[in-house]
């Protein structure tokens, strides 16, 4: 099956500090979703990026579907960025989302 | 707009009974998800609905793992009986079709004694 990986596994940054978060995947997809867990658990939908760039006030994404990676950027990062950031993707026909493993972010004040 | 709701938020149970957790999809949405979260295994599709026909149940664990959806408003995943493994968070989503965004419920934090 496919494989979803990201990167970094751990980020500690300075409040107003900007990051990049990675996803790789190992074969074709038609959906891409990244999500924010907060730290109560909570699953928040992000983007749902299959190809191209997208932004949502100081978040944005990419993805470049022929080269099987997305990007995630968090500019002017806050305390409440804090928590696990998830990429997800469907790759068939099929319904069920690939979850990667995650990366967790602390923005420290 | 409600979103995806889950009962109960939290469920406490001894080994060797049988729980039921409760998923309300999105009004409108044909697709229903039930997800599992683990530290050991991450995020994982268990099963999910189109229709409310079942489609892809690859993910159940075991027999001991039962998903129903009488109606499109409506869908039930059974543990009987459970065991200390199934400890874990258990996240209902839906979407408009199988090809679209899913949105997640609040989950319910299952721990089995």
């Known amino acids: 099956g496919i494989q979803v990986e990201q990167s970094p596994p751990d980020l500690i940054l300075q409040e107003g500090a900007n990051s990049t978060l990675r996803c790789n995947f190992s074969?074709?997809?038609?959906?891409l979703q990244w999500f924010h867990q907060n730290p109560w658990g909570q699953l928040i939908n992000l983007f749902y990026?299959?190809?191209g760039t997208k932004q949502n006030g100081r978040l944005s994404a990419t993805t470049v579907a022929t080269e099987r990676y997305s990007l995630l950027y968090i500019s002017s990062s806050q305390t409440t960025d804090s928590g696990v950031y998830f990429c997800?993707?469907?790759?068939?026909?099929?319904?069920?989302?690939?979850f990667g493993q995650g990366t967790e972010l602390s923005v420290k004040p | 707009d409600a979103g995806v709701i889950q009962s109960p938020r939290h469920e406490v149970t001894e080994m060797g009974q049988e729980v039921t957790l409760r998923c309300k999809p999105i009004?409108?949405?044909?697709?229903l998800f039930w997800y599992r979260q683990t530290m050991m295994r991450g995020l994982e599709l268990l099963i999910y609905?189109?229709?409310?026909?079942?489609?892809?149940d690859s993910g159940m664990p075991e027999d001991r793992f039962s998903a129903k959806m009488p109606n499109a408003s409506f869908s039930t995943l059974k543990i009987q009986p459970s065991e200390p493994r199934d400890s874990a968070v258990y996240f209902c989503a839906s979407s408009l079709n199988r090809w679209n965004e899913q949105f997640f419920g609040p989950g319910t934090r299952l721990t089995v004694l």
């Open positions: 074969d074709s997809v038609n959906n």
């Open positions: 009004s409108g949405h044909n697709s």
């Open positions: 990026i299959p190809s």
């Open positions: 997800a993707v469907r790759y068939n026909q099929g319904g069920k989302l690939i």
């Open positions: 609905f189109n229709n409310n026909v079942p489609i892809d």
